[in-house]
T-cell receptor, first 115, second 113 residues
Framework: GAVVSQHPSWVICKSGTSVKIECRSL??????MFWYRQFPKQSLMLMAT?????????EQGVEKDKFLINHASLTLSTLTVTSAHPEDSSFYIC???????????FGDGTRLSIL | AQSVTQPDIHITVSEGASLELRCNYS??????LFWYVQSPGQGLQLLLK??????LVQGIKGFEAEFKRSQSSFNLRKPSVHWSDAAEYFC???????????FGTGTQLKVEL
């Protein structure tokens, strides 16, 4: 199998706080993980590509200082939404791949609501 | 840059009927193509993928898809739909098997009992 776990599944917090979301590959090592954002009833938009041991590559228009990504091990990547505001409310989904030319396997997503 | 078009936003079928979800892509080289399914409030599950070889690909849950290069299409089919198939379906394209994905806008499938 290829199981990706995401935590937390749902978080509500006050405006101005920072929120950390974890993405773990449970039964495989993932050299690359991806972070997506999905607005209601819309498709997934890639935010950044995270490679273990190196800096993440952000897509155009994504603020790297706002969305901090750390991929410290082959099984864990984290996304920190810093100083979150209501417009950051969204569904965030991570994915991981076992290696080059292997398909991405997705976590169950994190529903982030900023009050 | 690659792109994906899913022409149908919503589709409603009766349980037991056949299903075809359309997907057209735009990419200059040989594409890597995927179909994912998403249940409400959850992540995406890979149904099937096409990398090379046989253009008719079998996936999980009885789904199949056919890659037609001449039509730039990768339509998803199922001969008999079950009520549990109701979900959002996304077609995606990549420049490499594990490279970043470009998703279509999705097709919401409703199954009438």
């Amino acid at each position: 199998g290829a199981v990706v776990s995401q935590h937390p599944s749902w978080v509500i917090c006050k405006s101005g706080t920072s929120v950390k979301i974890e993405c773990r590959s449970l039964d495989f090592q993932a050299t690359t993980m991806f972070w997506y954002r999905q607005f209601p009833k819309q498709s997934l938009m890639l935010m950044a590509t995270s490679n273990e041991g190196s800096k993440a590559t952000y897509e155009q228009g994504v603020e790297k200082d706002k969305f901090l990504i750390n991929h410290a091990s082959l099984t864990l990547s984290t996304l920190t939404v810093t100083s979150a505001h209501p417009e950051d409310s969204s569904f965030y989904i991570c994915s991981a791949r076992k290696g080059v030319n292997q398909p991405q396997h997705f976590g169950d997503g994190t529903r982030l609501s900023i009050l | 840059a690659q792109s994906v078009t899913q022409p149908d936003i919503h589709i409603t079928v009766s349980e037991g009927a056949s299903l075809e979800l359309r997907c057209n892509y735009s990419y200059g080289a040989t594409p890597y193509l995927f179909w994912y399914v998403q249940s409400p409030g959850q992540g995406l599950q890979l149904l099937l993928k096409y990398f090379s070889g046989d253009t008719l690909v079998q996936g999980i849950k009885g789904f199949e898809a056919e890659f037609k290069r001449s039509q730039s299409s990768f339509n998803l089919r199922k001969p008999s739909v079950h009520w549990s198939d109701a979900a959002e379906y996304f077609c995606a394209v990549s420049t490499g098997g594990g490279n970043k994905l470009t998703f279509g806008t999705g097709t919401q499938l409703k199954v009438e009992l």
